[in-house]
């Protein structure tokens, strides 16, 4: 049962658009794990729950990734996010 996505694990994943986190049981998201992903505009968190962050430096250099959808389905801005869900 995975339960985080170890720090860098996508790290300058250039080409990565969108992940879809819906259908598993992540609870924490490491430091920079999807840092400097240029090309990801679309993030679906799992929907039993948002994991939280490690460090603000997660999502760091995302510029084309502006929200996130959260388990209820709602879009959230990215930075509002990162201050919710910020260990």
């Known amino acids: 049962k995975l339960e985080y996505i170890q720090r860098e694990s996508f790290e300058w ?25 240029k090309k990801l505009t679309t993030l679906i968190m ?6 939280t962050l490690e ?3 997660v999502f760091h250099e995302c510029d084309n990734l502006k929200t996130i959808i959260t388990s209820s389905g709602k879009k959230m801005p990215l930075d509002d996010y990162i201050l919710t869900y910020l260990e």
Do not use: H, M, Q, W
């Open 13 to 37: 994943c250039v080409s990565l658009e969108k992940v879809d986190l819906s259908k598993t049981k992540i609870k924490r998201l490491e430091e920079c794990t999807f840092a400097y992903c």
């Open 46 to 51: 799992p929907k039993e729950g948002n994991p």
């Open 55 to 57: 460090s603000e430096y």
